[in-house]
């Protein structure tokens, strides 16, 4: 955000249209609630819009009312990069530590976001929107130019179906069973998914169905119990380690 604030840019906007210079966005009003009244952008301010898809555009307020705002598209600052991650595979749990959650992961670099039903989940119903809302956000203040993938809440067993090739789950084995987290991610080469289970722990069956695929790994995080999101976020931080250590060999 440092560099964005240098540039003059007051926020970062994402946007679900195609962007092209001298083309008028019409953001939506929470946007422009965000802007005029968090921000205090007047006509004339500049923000940050991507898409996903476009790169990252200059743009400029244009209009300003009470109910909405309208941004002029300048030109093109940032072309769009590819920024593959790991997926995130977890059980729900409650709604303020699952909106801390998803915005952590997405910070630290998570491509696909997708909870997962485990016989010892707790939480039965998952507000998609609010996850999407939440990974939006911290797409937005954090720089990156994509918004990572959701997938519906899914059975544990229906989501090992049709798994794709290439793609190593390590799964957080509780038991102390699996090995050692660090040590694994650093001679992964290849694409990763992190499975993190309910708070009371995967049942044996599920253990034993994870066991079966020869595209899962269970993973030791430490000699405590972690939470969920901590372990979440402690195999999501210890991925981007291994990552960035590979990449400065």
Not at 85 to 97: D, H, N, V, Y
Not at 143 to 158: C, I
Not at 206 to 222: A, P, S, V, W, Y
């Amino acid at each position: 955000m440092e560099r964005i604030r240098q540039n003059g840019v007051v926020a970062r906007v994402f946007v679900n249209e195609r962007l092209n210079a001298g083309q008028a966005v019409l953001v939506t009003e929470q946007q422009a609630h965000y802007l005029r009244n968090v921000m205090r952008a007047r006509n004339g301010a500049l923000a940050a819009l991507f898409n996903g898809q476009d790169g990252e555009w200059l743009a400029e307020v244009e209009r300003m009312t009470k109910n909405e705002c309208s941004l002029r598209i300048h030109k093109r600052m940032r072309k769009q990069e590819s920024e593959d991650g790991p997926w995130l595979l977890f059980a729900p749990i409650k709604q303020l530590r699952l909106d801390y959650l998803i915005q952590k992961s997405v910070e630290l670099g998570v491509e696909l976001i997708w909870p997962i039903r485990t016989l010892r989940t707790v939480v039965r119903n998952v507000n998609s929107m609010r996850i999407r809302a939440n990974a939006i956000e911290a797409s937005e203040q954090c720089g990156r130019l994509t918004v990572p993938q959701m997938r519906d809440y899914t059975n544990l067993a229906k989501s090992l179906d049709n798994w794709p090739p290439g793609r190593t789950l390590f799964w957080g084995d509780e038991t102390g069973g699996g090995a050692p987290a660090l040590g694994l991610l650093q001679s992964c080469v290849g694409k990763a998914a992190f499975l993190i289970g309910p708070e009371g722990g995967f049942d044996e069956t599920e253990r034993d169905l994870l066991k079966n695929h020869d595209f899962t790994q269970g993973i030791d995080l430490g000699p405590r119990l972690l939470r969920s999101d901590t372990a979440s976020l402690v195999v999501m931080a210890l991925w981007q380690s291994a990552v960035q250590n590979r990449t400065a060999a």
